[in-house]
């Protein structure tokens, strides 16, 4: 095993004792190299310049915005605290974000999209995904004890910016979650991998999803995060109140409004989930798929 570079390790320090979590610290590392080796210098050699000259390479190559932004993240981290150079980062803009509408699915097109998901263990995860308006890791993490039937709510540990939250727990989604488990006895994870050494990869249910569109042939471009953005949109057409949409769905970049939403779980357990609304069967009969 190659040893590490003390900057990389010194790198890894500042970004473990900022508490960030490790797919951050992946990432950041991740995209230093990458910046590293593209100019084939070590990192703390290179300057503004071949900073401004990367991001042009990277615009060059049409690059996602969010490529293109977790690199700025990485670099402005990169030299303002593991180099300590304060001019740095704000000069390193960020990419602007594009104003795209998110696709939604109507309730007729999730009932047929989530029937069309071949394998129970796939369907009842991205039935759960809509059902609580989950992120595809936070899917694929769920334990069998965070499902909470006394209160009707589901405990998310470590969700984005490893914030731990509370969604509703749907009956009809606790009606499929039980035949779920009396068909497959999962463990500690509700979702394992076929192995059942740990949680199945969230990348599992994005898999998923394409195969259905491709099942389907349906045109929109249908992701896990869409049956989140489905889940939003369905709970805001039934009146459901924006700042509880924001709890559910953890957001914390709405300062103006979530500073005012301190939501109970007793008011969460309450909220119905749009797949109350759906008249859909999930379980096979017979063995799981």
């Known amino acids: 095993m190659a040893q590490m570079s003390p900057l990389r390790q010194r790198m890894i320090e500042d970004l473990t004792i900022r508490n960030l979590s490790p797919a951050t610290q992946r990432s950041y590392v991740h995209h230093v190299e990458k910046f590293s080796?593209?100019?084939?210098?070590?990192?703390?050699?290179?300057?503004y310049e071949e900073v401004r000259a990367y991001q042009a390479h990277l615009v060059g190559r049409r690059v996602s915005w969010g490529a293109l932004n977790q690199t700025?993240?990485?670099?402005?981290?990169?030299?303002?605290?593991?180099?300590?150079?304060?001019?740095?980062?704000e000069r390193i803009p960020y990419a602007r974000t594009p104003r795209k509408l998110p696709v939604v699915l109507s309730a007729d097109e999730v009932v047929g999209f989530l029937q069309a998901v071949k394998g129970t263990k796939n369907r009842v995860a991205l039935t759960t995904t809509y059902a609580a308006g989950l992120r595809a890791s936070e899917t694929a993490r769920l334990k069998v004890s965070d499902i909470d039937s006394g209160r009707m709510v589901i405990r998310i540990e470590h969700g984005k910016g490893d914030k731990d939250r509370y969604v509703m727990l749907s009956p009809q989604l606790l009606g499929i979650l039980r035949t779920y488990w009396r068909l497959?006895?999962?463990?500690?994870?509700?979702?394992?991998?076929?192995?059942?050494?740990?949680?199945?990869?969230?990348?599992?249910?994005?898999?998923?999803?394409?195969?259905?569109?491709e099942f389907l042939d349906?045109?929109?471009?249908?992701?896990?995060?869409?049956?989140?953005h489905s889940f939003a949109t369905?709970?805001?057409?039934?009146?459901?109140?924006?700042?509880?949409?924001?709890?559910?769905?953890?957001?914390?970049?709405?300062?103006?409004?979530?500073?005012?939403?301190?939501?109970?779980?007793?008011?969460?357990?309450?909220?119905?989930?749009?797949?109350?609304?759906?008249?859909?069967?999930?379980?096979?009969?017979g063995t799981p798929g």
């Open 184 to 213: 497959t006895k999962p463990g500690r994870w509700l979702f394992p991998r076929r192995d059942g050494g740990g949680p199945m990869d969230a990348q599992t249910l994005n898999v998923a999803c394409r195969v259905a569109c």
């Open 234 to 285: 369905h709970l805001l057409e039934a009146g459901t109140d924006i700042r509880i949409i924001q709890v559910l769905l953890g957001h914390s970049s709405l300062a103006t409004t979530t500073l005012y939403a301190q939501v109970s779980t007793a008011v969460i357990g309450r909220t119905a989930s749009p797949l109350d609304q759906l008249r859909i069967e999930v379980m096979p009969s």
């Open 72 to 89: 700025v993240c990485a670099l402005r981290f990169f030299y303002g605290v593991t180099l300590g150079r304060s001019d740095l980062p």
């Open 218 to 228: 349906i045109e929109k471009r249908v992701t896990v995060h869409t049956l989140r």
């Open 37 to 47: 080796r593209f100019f084939g210098r070590s990192p703390d050699r290179l300057g």
